[in-house]
């Protein structure tokens, strides 16, 4: 991948999603003794940047894919995001969800005229599924996170912070399924000289971590983070990227997560999920760093029950 | 004051404020069946457009008297507002508050170098505690909102609203002191030949909604709702500009204004106090009216404890 090809990327899905702001914050910059850019995704349409990778994963298809439909399984913000991006494409698509999903993640999909398809609470069920709704529909299976149309759209929402700020020494994101991660540092590789990527993990959730040491794709045996959307495992087309590319990725633990988050909703009066405070709770464990330093975060969503909040 | 003033006092007070964001939703514009337009002051300096009527409250002043200080009596968004503002300038800021005050604010304010004086838990007992302060320093008293440069530096978050969107039918504030309600009528008047202001206010604490009825200002007998930024009176500078042009001032009960705050918060991704869903729940409650048209709407601000919601 180019940068004229990622620059195609961008100007393709550009009509069907919104330029999310930048927001800084005296006061954090204060905190972090840094200027921290934050790119705001919880703004973006259905509250993620997984809206991005959806749009790109659709419009690669060719129309008599699209005339099939798309499936996908999530029960998370990529289920939201493909039903939407499907939606307004005039497509199909298919949410394999287990079946004890929440209700109001269900009803989310179902507002974007997603159709749900329940399965039972595991990764081989969910698998089993989407396999069927591919051979009895002929939908085109769309990953959340390992699939290049999906990785280039996720990497848009950095080079629009690059455009906007050309002189960023480095961008931090969460790592969960990898495709935000991966499509960052494409973003940076290609429309910086110098911008750097790193990310922040769950300790409970230290797959990334655990396989950049390793060099191969580790699982996680248990799931216990706040995050829910970094539950999630890498891929064999996002590890390679960012085993090549990725400056660090730190580790955070939980109550670090609700401290971050606590913090950029109090000084800076924006709803974000957890999934993004990890980003910037590893901007701050990471102060020496980036001490005088131009610091992208990429706030990843907004999208939480403020009913059931960790504070 | 006419627009010509009201202009001056915009440029006048620029430097020292940020000029806030207009955000929109197609979600509530759809569930308004209108297009609203929020003016997110909980984005201003200090988290409140309280900063606005601080600012040029003091810059109003003459040398000899910034030399010598300023002083109000608030436990809310304005003793913050003036300790900052008066930081910013150079001035010192008296700030009059009861003892048992929440030490959250009186750590914002300390945070913002204004000098707390502890007082009675009661509205004699600061005003006396202020009378004082004025002799003994020769502090200048400036009111949260009975203040005519108070009410002008207020009514910028308008003008520049307006600025942005020229043809709004209606905007809605909320309606506490009066100093936002009035300043905003002043710019709406000068500022646009179509555009009404309309006020919500807690059926709790609904002075405005019977002066207006009766014609003098009256007074609450309780204080018993969660828009503690509301929980005040109008005054002698405020009322007659309210009484000759507002529109309506449309009463909500409590529910309603949480429900507004929630459905701010989950859909637009932003923080906002009680106060300005008041604005928005007033919205909600005023479909006929607003159906197909342009609705501005004024996020007062974004301070609240997020450790302590209502929902």
Known sequence: MDKVSLQKVHNLIKPYIH?????????????????????????????????????????SLSEEQKSKGVVTHSSGNFAQALSLAAKGLGVKAYIVMPENAPQVKKDAVKTYEGIIIECDSNIYAREIEADRIQKEKGATFIHPSN?????????????????????????????????????????ANHFSNTCKVIAGEPVEV??????????????????????????TYLGDRNFPIIKAHVEEIIRVEENEIVEAMKLIWERMKIVVEPSSAVAFAAVLKDKERIKNKKVGVIISGGNVDVSNLPF
Do not use: W
């Open 147 to 187: 699939d290049d149309a999906v990785i280039y759209g996720q990497g848009t929402a950095a080079i629009e912070l690059l455009e906007d700020y050309n002189n960023l020494d480095y961008i931090y994101t969460p790592v969960g399924g990898g495709g935000l991660l991966a499509g960052t540092i494409l973003a």
């Open 206 to 231: 230290d797959d990334a971590y655990r396989s950049l040491i390793s060099g191969r794709i580790e699982e996680n045996e248990t799931s216990n983070t706040i995050a829910d959307g970094l539950r």
């Open 19 to 59: 330029r999310t702001p930048v927001l800084t914050s005296q006061l954090l910059n204060a905190i972090c003794e840094a200027e921290v850019f934050f790119k705001c995704e919880n703004f973006q349409k259905m509250g993620a940047f997984k809206m991005r990778g959806a749009v790109h994963a659709i419009l």
